[in-house]
């Protein structure tokens, strides 16, 4: 099973919006709404950002916001800031069989 | 507070055997519904699960690796361990450990990660 497809890269300026795609297939991100978004910061531990395709950890500002159609979910950062700028990757749920979860190839966003 | 912290030998040799310790707090493995997930990061590569352990002692690992992994807790000691045989220079990366959920797919948190190199 591949990983999920991700941009390699996003950038923006602060302030402005940008949106990570994550595509994958029915047998994971279009199968289940178990999608999930981690951001990292090179040394530090990744941090979960979304999970269940839209919802939003305690603490996560709410600039953070996820959707899903069909078997591409996207990752939208509203009102970019300097702090945003990291790597960024999906996850989805793959089902009890085979490959339990897969994740993206990641995105770099760069704030301009 | 939930931490995770993983450790291990940050240089092992092709063909040797890898043994990562995951050491938590703030949760327990006993508790239903909690698991432990390993995922590694190859230099300027994206992340990959490898194994995961439930409270139950459910075991489950990535279909491509599976024959090389052995992932075991020890509840006394808040500890999850990970094994990976047969080392190769491909198998260099961050190694990361996290909670995870049985009623629900995610990792949160994470620990740190520990950076393994092989190499003879």
């Known amino acids: 099973q591949s990983a999920l497809t991700q941009p390699r890269s996003v950038s923006g300026s602060p302030g402005q919006s940008i949106t990570i795609s994550c595509t994958g297939t029915s047998s994971d991100v279009g199968g289940y709404n178990y999608v999930s978004w981690y951001q990292h910061h090179p040394g530090k531990a990744p941090k979960l950002m979304m999970f269940d395709v839209d919802k939003r950890p305690s603490g996560v500002p709410d600039r953070f916001s996820g959707s899903k159609s069909g078997n591409t979910a996207s990752l939208t950062i509203s009102g970019l800031q300097a702090e945003d700028e990291a790597d960024y990757y999906c996850c989805s749920y793959a089902g009890s069989f085979t490959l339990l979860y897969v994740f993206g190839t990641g995105t770099t966003v760069t704030v301009l | 507070q939930i931490t995770l912290k993983e450790s291990g030998p940050t240089l092992v040799k092709p063909t040797q055997t890898l043994t990562l310790t995951c050491t938590f707090s703030?949760?327990?493995?006993?508790?239903?519904?909690?698991?432990v997930g390993w995922m590694r990061q190859p230099p300027g590569k994206a992340l990959e699960w490898l194994a995961l352990i439930f409270w139950d002692d459910g075991k489950r690992y990535s279909p491509s690796l599976k024959t090389r992994l052995t992932i075991t807790k020890d509840t006394s000691k808040n500890q999850v361990v990970l094994t990976m045989t047969n080392m190769d220079p491909a198998d260099t990366g961050s190694y990361f450990c996290?909670?995870?959920?049985?009623?629900?797919?995610?990792?949160?948190?994470w620990g740190q990660g520990t950076l393994v190199t092989v190499s003879s």
């Open positions: 996290a909670q995870a959920f049985s009623a629900d797919w995610f990792f949160d948190p």
């Open positions: 703030g949760f327990s493995l006993t508790t239903s519904g909690v698991g």
